[in-house]
């Protein structure tokens, strides 16, 4: 069968994987931003958790995405939220290392600027630090999200559908045109989402910044 | 009036930045931390805003235990130049300079007139640099916003760490004239460090020179060059830069004229423009004035302090500033 009959008859169910990956994606990234965003601010100014927490979680960076998935299922069961969490320890990384290199990154001769005036602490971190930490924020955010985009096709292994559902029953049914059904729309998904964040990450970067 | 009584500073790790001392910085003026890198001058500046806290002693300012004020409220009323500039980066100069304002609640149209005000003052055509920003701006000119930024809430103290330190010799001597000028009118009670001695001797009213944490000699910059406290002293003033004062302390005050005022208070003593530079000091000192009236020629009267007396022994030849 040809690829663009496969597309047609198969229509609903990639629309359907289509969703349930953009939406364990999106999820994963939200949920993951709200967890690391919070904790690297909080590490940058109690430097000394930083080093202990992210190094626990590049830790969970290292372990193989299948095998993650497998120690999960013994524990959470077969389902999205498995998936999900999977997806939400990697999304970590980025986000978290990020933060922190952004915020610690920023001079020191501003900040002393910031509290020899009269700032709190609080005016410091909303008007200084991460206004010009947030190129770097948006930059982790946008490899986490691409890395879950990749990562959420093995969700299909823990019954929590995607576009790896289409792409593991066109291998098992050596139907090609089926594989690449799915695996095309992975691809552009991780590419399209890569251009919209990095334009975003453009437009985030204060302005004299950019000269 | 702000004052150390026995400060002690001691970091973590056991470095002993200022060691017991005691201090005044008289109100309304402009005084000279100067000695050489490592002293402790950015430590003893800090001390002032609470940047660094002592671990010994107390400091007053108008008579008042800076450890029982508020350190966010007490920093919002001093102006501080930090050392590295410090400008932020993403915001535009307006936004810099009115920062402080900001923070202090003060009217919008209020800010927008006293930051106009501070530019023109500074050299700094508003409509040219008000919307840039800092990385769109020369060195110098982010040092004159740096001046402007502490300058704007209207605060009666001004810590100055090394403002021109990273200028070329026009810029720099052009900003100290134009800080002289301008303390002329503002009247703050101003900290300036600096290791530059000349620039020392030309702005400063007093002068404070340190060496490992402690305070070796505080003078007048005439007293200073004319009367070095110890050897140490005397040689970061360089033993050149006092022979030089010798003699051309003995040269007619008449060959200076250029760079005594014209305008000046009445009712103060004259002196006739052949005396010499050094009897000049003396009567200015008698005399307990601010001012000398030096006649030249028949019916030109020139005005100088001690400052201006000061640059005439200083000067080399007619018109080169040592
Ligand atoms: N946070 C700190 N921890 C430990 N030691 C410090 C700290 N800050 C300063 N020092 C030490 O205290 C001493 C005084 O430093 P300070 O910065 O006050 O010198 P300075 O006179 O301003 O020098 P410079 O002219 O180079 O700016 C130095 O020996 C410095 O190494
Ligand atoms: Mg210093």
Partial sequence: ???FDTLVSRQDMIQTAFLEHIYLSFIAVAIGIAIALPTGILIARYRRFAEPIIAVTAIFQTIPSLALFGFLVPLLGIGSPTALIALIIYALLPILRNTYTGITGVDGSVIEAGRGM???RTQILRQIELPLALPFIMAGIRTATVLTVGIATLATFVGAGGLGDIIYRGLQSYNNSLVLAGALPVALLAIGFDLILKWIEKRTTPKGLKL | ???FEGVTKQFPDGTEALKKVSLTF??????AII???GCGKTTLMKMVNKLEKPTQGEIYIDEKPITDLEEVELRRKIGYVIQRIGLFPHMTIKENASLVPKLLGWPKEKIASRIQELMELTGLDPDT??????LELSGGQQQRVGVVRALAGDPNIILMDEPFSALDPISREQLQDELRNLQQTIQKTIVFVTHDMDEALKIADTIIVMRKGQVEQVGSPAEILGNPANDFVRN?????RIQRQRPFGDKNLSEFVSLFKEDGPDDIQEVSGTISVKEAFEVLEKSGQSHLAIRVGHNRRVYASERELLKAALLKEEGELV
């Fill in chain 2, 236 to 240: 970061f003033i360089g033993v050149e």
């Fill in chain 2, 35 to 37: 000695g050489p890198s």
């Fill in chain 2, 26 to 31: 008289p109100s309304h003026q402009l005084t």
């Fill in chain 2, 1 to 3: 009036m702000i004052r």
């Fill in chain 2, 129 to 134: 640099y008000l919307e840039r920003y800092p």
């Fill in chain 1, 1 to 3: 069968m040809n690829f």
């Fill in chain 1, 118 to 120: 009269g700032m709190t």
